[in-house]
């Protein structure tokens, strides 16, 4: 009997033992669940920062390309009507030498082709710097002659001896002016 006793702790000793293991085991795997769910979530967070940058790098980069696209058909526009800005200044003065004989055939036809090519370099943002009697400003004017005027404030535009022309607010061409001084 004292045998059946001990085998009866010894089992009984068994199954805590085997218990205890379970719950060693269950607990650990908990932990180790723990471990892996925590690695996922911080791998999560870093891919989704990853995410956040590259996604404001491509914005950023969408905005700079379409900038640079604006600036680029600025200049090539403004290029474009420096260059013809010499035959608007021919028109104007083969318009201002017609006699009223010679305006009435062949200056209404020069005039048509002015306004005509006025008009499309206006739609490509040119236009003209206002100087005559305005107060002068080196950023739209350039001063070639002064002269002595009791009847005007000193700085004001008398005369302007050839148009400014500026496209799209960037001046390209000042005006040169007569100012008195």
Known sequence: MANNH?????KE???????????EAEADQAVTVEAVQADKERLLAEA???YKRLYADF???RRRSRQEKEELSNVVAQNLILELLPVLDNFERALSSLSEEE????GSGVSM????LFGALEKAGLSVVDAEGKEFDPQYHEAVLRVEDSEQAEGTIVQELQKGYSVKGKVIRPSMVKVVG
């Open 13 to 23: 000793n068994q199954d805590v033992s085997a218990q205890e293991s379970c719950q």
């Open 48 to 50: 989704e920062d990853r």
């Open 59 to 61: 914005d950023n980069f």
């Open 113 to 116: 082709i002015y306004r005509q």
């Open 103 to 106: 305006a009435a055939g062949l």
């Open 6 to 10: 001990e085998d009866l702790e010894n």
